[in-house]
């Protein structure tokens, strides 16, 4: 399917976006991660996870129910599933503050959000090319990065959150070929970012340094749950 940018702008300007796109310019504004690392403070945490709690709005206005006062919970597992994501996905945030002392549970509370994410996507497509794309590409990024890890835990760990995100990462793809719909596609793109944002925290921690890590990692990573947030949509 031939993807036009116009319809994919037309969703990009959503008047439900506006709440994520104002506090992802305060975050940048107050916090300037394209300068350095923002502060280990418990403010920094809190506007940080701002975007995100907003694309969790967005997706429950979105999800179709009537009286959402009454029904805060979408009777849809695809949005229920994917606003845990975007929940866990929160707190993970906040953990990485303290990008030293918390990536261990940041990185566990990311495991689960992906976890949410998979659930949400429902099966892939069993036996297909693409299915062994990313198995291939999961098991490459596990063993470039496996040799620059101290200690057996955090292999195993890199390892589990590896594997989890190249799952969703196929689910997202398979969603795409069976739907062919721009809301499938804006989910998968959004996954991808995802996993570009990962990878980039991945490579500065364990194998270089990068120049303006933190900027580039936000600006990817709040693009992706911009994505998987689209993707939840209606036709």
Not at 17 to 42: D, G, N, R
């Amino acid at each position: 399917m031939d993807i036009k940018q116009e319809e994919i702008i037309l969703r990009l300007k959503n008047l439900f976006l506006i709440p994520f796109y104002v506090l992802s310019a305060v975050y940048f504004v107050l916090y300037q991660p394209f300068l350095h690392y923002p502060e280990e403070t418990f403010s920094a945490a809190f506007f940080k996870v701002l975007p995100i709690l907003a694309l969790i709005g967005f997706v429950r206005m979105n999800a179709g129910d009537e009286d959402i006062i009454h029904n805060p919970i979408p009777k849809s597992d695809f949005h229920k599933f994917t606003i845990l994501g975007l929940l866990f996905s929160s707190i993970g945030d906040a953990c990485l503050i303290a990008r030293e002392t918390m990536f261990i549970p940041g990185m566990l509370f990311f495991s689960i959000a992906q976890a949410w994410y998979m659930y949400a996507l429902g099966p892939g497509n069993k036996g297909s090319r693409l299915e062994s794309i990313f198995y291939l590409g999961g098991t490459g990024t596990f063993l470039f990065l496996e040799c620059s890890i101290d200690g057996i835990f955090m292999k195993f760990l890199v390892l589990i959150y590896t594997g989890l995100i190249f799952t969703v990462g196929w689910r997202a793809a398979s969603r795409f070929e069976r739907e062919q719909s721009y809301p499938a596609f804006l989910g998968f793109a959004g996954i991808l970012l995802f996993t570009f944002s990962d990878f980039l925290i991945a490579i500065n921690k364990w194998k270089f340094y990068i120049p303006f890590t933190e900027f580039l990692v936000m600006i990817t990573y709040y693009g992706g749950q911009l994505g998987i947030a689209l993707g939840t949509l209606k036709h």
